[in-house]
């Protein structure tokens, strides 16, 4: 089965930044959108953000002016840059991919923010 590979996680002190990327396998196509989710100890996953093909972007309200989600089409990447973590930022974040018939998703890579 096609997964995607996530990279960029790691330990950070709180008001730190992270950029997390996610590479999407050429023999995926049909993309309609690209996002990143994520979930805390002891809690459900839970939706971070997304970007469409038409590039429009959601986000939640908690990381609303502090994380961007980007795509590069050129490198099948998409992307989360996250500025002023909080320590419940910490949490394994999940890239999704979602085409006409099918989602996909990686198998997390950790983030964790000291205070």
């Known amino acids: 089965q096609v997964q995607l590979v996530e990279s960029g996680g790691g330990l950070v002190q709180a008001g730190g930044s992270l950029t997390l990327s996610c590479v999407v396998p050429k023999g995926i196509t049909g993309v309609t959108d690209m996002g990143w989710y994520r979930r805390a100890p002891g809690k459900s996953r839970e939706f971070v953000s997304r970007?469409?093909?038409?590039?429009?972007?959601t986000y939640i309200d908690a990381v609303k002016g502090r994380f961007t989600i980007s795509r590069d089409s050129t490198k099948n990447t998409v992307y989360l840059r996250m500025n002023s973590l909080k320590p419940e930022d910490t949490a394994l974040y999940y890239c999704k991919v979602t085409t006409w018939n099918t989602d996909y998703w990686g198998q997390g890579t950790q983030v964790t923010v000291s205070s």
């Open positions: 970007i469409t093909a038409a590039d429009y972007t």
